[in-house]
């Protein structure tokens, strides 16, 4: 592999590790440069009293990603992160008692649903799954898979701009769930996933199926060593492949000439070291008020709505849930109420739905024999829209939860616990203390999203949820692709 110019990445997350891979498979020389003791971003670890904590992500999807990535530098998820599909991928769990898994392969799934829901909406699943392949096929390469120069750039394919109007993507998301499915748990089983990109249902747009077509369709896996073993993985094999990586250490600024271009870094201690481009993957607001403080940030990154946030708890606890799946959603009894406490209200969910992981069901290194990892996490206000005391209401959620758990047959012996509230996402550079980014209304997404460069400063590059694609590790490790191809055209 022939070296030719020498790009900085700032963090080695998983956009990092993919803009480091991608730019490498195209000869450049690459230095990332992470603060932390090791790689991961947001897809962090946490060691404490015995047992180890996933800090960042709990679902994987669409692995040919991760491949992607992995064979840009020599290796391949099959050499480099032995995975087991996860089946179930989710087992949701409603007020009045009852439960629907969600299988793996189209025919479990279709007897699911019969089983639970009736032959009804099990014939309509077939309808319902050929419609969300379809609507991932037209939008992965044509619209989320690329880089936009402006708005117009959407006409440059109107083919496809087409077929989305005909398949009903900008309509809404709600909405083109319940025409399809008469069971209410069917509604929010095929459309909470909106909350990934920071919308209720009825406000998101259709298009954003695409996300329940990636988990409930192409399927959950889960790596061996836990989610923790993605990052490493990635950047393992990075190494290997001649990229080079600086621990524990912190860009303190971005070095430019006379002209405006970028001409390196400099490091917390001073030292500096050249680039011909930079790739930051901090959010937007935090890279611009850090690195580019001379110049007016995007509209969206000064006054963008972002998506909500969450208080997570990490508990280590004596015992093993017998019922629970890896991934267990506990959907409370109110829906659209629940969204406007959050979204609108600035509020708690006054009947909260919730997320539930038991990561050490299939890693054995994350507790003690005998023992549990507990993933919790309740949706709360992100800190633009929400005024509350964190520190008052914190220990309050603690007891809710710890009650919740108990009820739902979850073991509450906890031995050692961890909790992490928006204020802690901001203090580690989330803006409005969200590790959700911003939200994907239309006015934020594709070409209207903040760009992943900016001409005023010539050699600057951005990857992350922040900009283009979006949020959730596939559209970060998209983000890497085009932001390495950004890199690319302006140093050919």
């Known amino acids: 592999m ?52 996933d ?47 969600v299988r793996h392969g189209h025919t479990a799934m279709t007897e699911e649903i019969a089983r639970t829901c009736g032959a009804g909406d099990a014939a309509a699943f077939e309808d319902f799954t050929r419609w969300l392949r379809r609507l991932y096929e037209v939008e992965m390469p044509h619209f989320i898979g690329r880089n936009y120069d402006s708005p117009t750039d959407l006409l440059a394919r109107p083919g496809a701009a087409l077929e989305l109007v005909r398949l009903g993507g900008f309509g809404r998301l709600g909405p083109a769930i319940r025409r399809r499915f008469a069971d209410d748990r069917l509604h929010r ?20 199926a695409v996300i329940t077509y990636m988990d409930s369709i192409e399927g959950v896996w889960f790596p061996d060593g836990g989610m923790r073993a993605l990052p490493q993985a990635m950047a393992d094999a990075n190494a290997q492949a001649g990229v080079e990586f600086v621990y524990g ?65 990490h508990l280590g606890v004596r015992g093993v849930p017998e019922h629970a799946a890896h991934h267990n959603i506990h959907f409370g009894r109110a829906w659209k109420g629940a969204f406007d406490d959050l979204l609108v ?72 616990d961890a909790v992490v ?5 901001q203090q580690q550079g989330m803006a409005a203390g969200t590790p959700f980014a911003l939200a994907h209304t239309f006015a934020q997404t594709g070409p209207f999203r903040p760009a992943n460069h900016d001409p005023r400063r010539p050699g600057l590059f951005f990857a992350g949820s922040s900009t283009v694609p979006g949020v959730g590790v596939p559209m970060v490790l998209i983000s890497g692709r085009l932001a390495a191809r950004r890199v690319s055209d302006y140093l050919a």
């Not at 891979?21 to 790689?39: I, M, Q, S």
């Not at 089983?189 to 954003?208: C, E, K, N, V």
């Not at 901090?282 to 995007?298: F, G, K, Q, T």
């Open 2 to 53: 022939e070296d030719i110019l020498t790009t900085i990445v700032i963090g080695a997350g998983l956009a990092g590790l993919a803009t480091a891979a991608h730019l490498r498979a195209a000869g450049r020389e690459v230095l990332v440069v992470e603060r932390e003791d090791v790689p991961g971003g947001r897809a962090g670890r946490l060691h404490q009293d015995g047992f180890t904590f």
């Open 55 to 101: 800090t960042g992500p709990t679902v994987l999807t669409m692995i040919d990603l991760v491949d992607e990535v992995l064979r840009a530098v020599g290796s391949s998820v099959e050499a480099a992160l032995p995975l087991q599909r996860l089946d179930p991928a989710y087992r949701a769990r409603y007020a009045d008692g009852s439960a629907i898994h």
């Open 189 to 208: 089983l095929f459309s909470f996933q909106a909350m990934y990109a920071g919308l209720a249902p009825d406000q998101a747009l259709a298009i954003y």
């Open 249 to 313: 250490r912190s860009v303190s600024r971005i070095l430019t000439r006379h002209d405006g271009a970028v001409m390196g870094v400099e490091l917390d201690d001073g030292e500096r070291i050249g680039a011909d481009a930079v790739v930051t993957t901090l959010d937007l607001p935090v890279a611009y008020a850090r690195h580019a403080e001379d110049l007016r940030p995007p509209r969206a990154a000064r006054t963008g709505d972002y998506s909500p946030s969450a208080l997570v708890w």
């Open 345 to 416: 209200g600035g509020r708690r969910m006054s009947d909260p739905s919730r997320l539930v992981c038991v990561p050490s069901k299939d890693d054995a290194s994350a507790a003690p024999e005998g023992h549990s990892t507990l993933y919790v996490l309740e949706p709360v206000p992100n800190l633009h829209v929400g005024e509350i005391d964190w520190e008052v209401e914190t220990p309050r959620m603690q007891e809710e939860l710890l009650s919740f758990l108990a009820g739902e047959g979850y073991p509450t012996d906890v031995v050692t």
């Open 421 to 425: 509230t928006p204020v802690d996402w």
